[in-house]
């Protein structure tokens, strides 16, 4: 069992919006402003997309924004595109050490 | 370009030992801290350990202490995680990644170390 939980599965359409969300406790998500989202594609690495809970880094489309209220973070994908199917997972600090989600597929239809 | 680049996993019997290591390039590898992520197969991520910058503090998921050991050689570039009492949950892709203010910003294609009889 993960220490986030994020719903197992999204999915959309080309050109339509999806949003992940990532529940944690007051002791990860709500207690810090360390939340990040990673992009994983199969036997891939993961990729960071958003860290520190809506910062994108350099290269990430603009088309993926973070947000946080209270203990759920939630990673919305904007403009949706083939490429961006993929795993995703979130993290957060949690006092001396990290957690994941447990991940989320999504899938463009 | 920043590289990081795991090796040494491989098959390992349970109760054995292990060293992976991760070699650093392209960014200022001794003024960041330093994380090590594995993924079991088919399964999700898991942060395994921390390490600061001059190595003088490090930190471990519960699952690990006691067993796993992290650490750094700033003047190779390079990262460690040494494995031992191995088990079958141990089974996973070790990937080593830095660390930048809690996000894991830069990854390597990760080790896969496989605990088996």
């Not at chain 1, 939630?74 to 991940?103: H, I, M, P, R």
């Not at chain 2, 070699?23 to 390490?51: C, D, H």
Request: proline content about 4%; some cysteine.
């Amino acid at each position: 069992q993960s220490a986030l939980t994020q719903p197992p599965s999204a999915s959309g359409s080309p050109g339509q919006s999806v949003t992940i969300s990532c529940t944690g406790t007051s002791s990860d998500v709500a207690g810090y402003n360390y939340v990040s989202w990673y992009q994983q594609h199969p036997g891939k690495a993961p990729k960071l997309m958003i860290y520190e809970v809506s910062k994108r880094p350099s290269g990430v489309p603009d088309r993926f924004s973070g947000s946080k209220s209270a203990n759920t973070a939630s990673l919305t994908v904007s403009g949706l595109q083939a490429e961006d199917e993929a795993d995703y997972y979130c993290s957060s600090y949690a006092g001396n050490k990290e957690v994941f989600g447990g991940g989320t597929k999504l899938t463009v239809l | 370009e920043v590289q990081l680049v795991e090796s040494g996993g491989g098959l390992v019997q349970p109760g054995g030992s292990l060293r992976v290591s991760c070699a650093a390039s392209g960014f200022t590898f001794s003024i960041y801290w330093m994380s090590w992520v594995r993924q079991a197969p088919g399964k999700g991520l898991e942060w395994v350990a921390n390490i600061k910058q001059d190595g003088s503090e490090k930190y471990y998921v519960d699952s690990v202490k006691g067993r796993f050991t992290v650490s750094r050689d700033n003047a190779k570039n390079s990262l460690y995680l040494q494995m031992n009492s191995l088990t079958a949950e141990d089974t996973a892709v070790y990937y080593c990644a830095s660390l930048y203010f809690h996000s894991f910003d830069y990854w390597g294609q990760g080790t896969l170390v496989t605990v088996s009889s």
